[in-house]
DNA sequence: TTGTATGCGTTATCAT
DNA sequence: ATGATAACGCATACAA
């Protein structure tokens, strides 16, 4: 940085540099280098290294010297040996949708960027017989630093106690919020408020003119499947409106079955003018649905979806859908992880949005229900 | 497994067994343990953990009796601070497609699972200024046991001279191979055949009657885009055409550069009666553009993509595009980099398929150019 | 074939 | 505030 070339070591201004002599030599510098160097023990090295307090601040600036001419870099191997702990996050999902991994793994990485810590991938399988425990060998062995844990498996219980029990710290992200939390849950955890974009999305298809709507439902058990189906009878509640049970059917969350779910619907008489899928993936499903039937989107039939999925905005027409910030909250579940603070914020929540696009237009005047 | 709760130790059958006795006390198992447990050295246990061939066969049962019995791991950080390396594979990309990215780590999984070597992301930004630099640290601190590298920077000369002299084993993906690999890299690819489905995507084109076809090229420079286009003319030259030079036209891989090149070619007169893009964004980006003209797909124009993403199978009508077995081709990078055999092959290939769908028909008949 | 002493690069303990 | 010495868990060199 801004330290002179030849800098005024004890060892005398004129005599050759020991830290010059050091660098010829090319190899990778070892804290022991730092220490002979800087002419302290190791440990006083170790001690600015962790930003002991217990270290004159002279001798810090001495230290740190030294350690910026030779480019020292602690090793995280040896570090974590003697920590007992890596300096590896860990990311374990189950089967989320591609761009939603990535996306989280960027958020991640914006905020573990030059940190030194790094992210290990770790996709499992839920139904698997060894489920708990190959995630349990991967935790132990590594010594994760933390795990972040992503829906559905960040509402498994079963390895939630087993995180617990294997002390490891962790951050869930997951759609879940409120009362159905029970027993409380005390991880910390970063949250979408899924429920408002679906409220939105609601009152979206209300002004629309829309009544008889038809709603194509997660996977049960799957919370966000659940806060999502919440937040839309809540948006309708508020116009005095409600889903008539014919018009629910539930999804996986898969192309395929928003597509068979949609068709159901659309077989109906009177059919539905307006369709809310509880992510996008089905909101296609439904798209495609209605190509078959020859319904035009939106004239015939609003398609609402949840994720604003690249596919959204490139599909004609796009797709209204509800966007949460995966980004935001990818980086918010690594900060809670690695952060220096003591109180940590257990909970941490992120809006939910509409985003509004030609799928969706006015019920057809005409239209007799 | 299968060793019965108590073992005949030379310690004597009805005594307290030792091992028992350590299970008690339900600490992480290590060398030490092992090796008083079995009566050996630290060092024989060291040797059976890595399949050294001096152990007498019944030594090494039963060290290894004992490693299971009592679930022993060996701690991968100080293997690693011992070997001096980690037992970590980096992968590294800057910016492909999320799904590409994410099937390769499928790919990836699929070999190393169980094998105790796990794989970090690394994200990175060719265009940033310490690009080089960054990854570089990165490799060294972590001392990474391998690299593999996605398209497009797998064909940084640059970063492959660096990854050279850190003496870090490393895979390219790439879609090159052939004459213009010059100078000769020598480090091992796997690669993907993307000339040959590109060849068949133009026979299929010319075969449905079209010769007036419009190219949307990937940016100059990708090794795909540049195979992409050899495929496609030579599939063309089979059948004595070519693509007129004002048809081709030069895309970035992303969504709207495919909108906007398919614009242009939509607006020549007489306008092409198909058009291949090099990728699928690209191709879908050409769906929103005929959209807007009001063309119909495949009647009044046909597309081809390449990459066969989900959104190819998802939009109506299903797009035609090229395959290539991305989960394969990582699992085989992987393989390539923690296998044992020395010989490990150089390059490994793997052919490309054209999936046809309904986004390709006919030259209409009464189409006059 | 097996064991002993030592090193890998860092932190923890306990002194001074 | 600083340092000598012993971990951390495993591998290597060199003996035996």
Redesign the interface.
Known sequence: MSIPPSSKTPSGPSAVDPVEAFLQRRK?ATINDVASLAQVSKKTVSRVINNSPSVRAETREQVNAIINRIGF?P????R??AFRR?F?LGLIYDNPN??Y???I??GI?DCIRGS?T??????CDKNSDDFLEEIR??V????LAGVILLPPIAENRQLLAMLDDLDVPYVRITAMHGAENTPPILSPQVVSRDRQGCLAAAEHLVELGHTRIGFISGPAGYASARERRQGFDEGLARHGLSLSDELITGGEYT?ESGFEAARHLLALSPRPTAIFASND?MA??A??AA?QLGLTIPDELSVIGYDDA??A????PGLTSVKAPIRDIGRTAAETLISEEKPRRNTTIFDTALIVRESTGPREPDFKP
């Open positions: 990778k870099k090793d995280p191997q040896a974590g040996l890596s590896l591609a761009q991994v990535v996306n793994q960027a990485l030194g790094e992210i290990i991938v770790h996709p060998d991967f132990e062995l590594q010594r192309f993936e296609i499903g798209y495609k190509a690249p596919i905005s490139r599909i004609t």
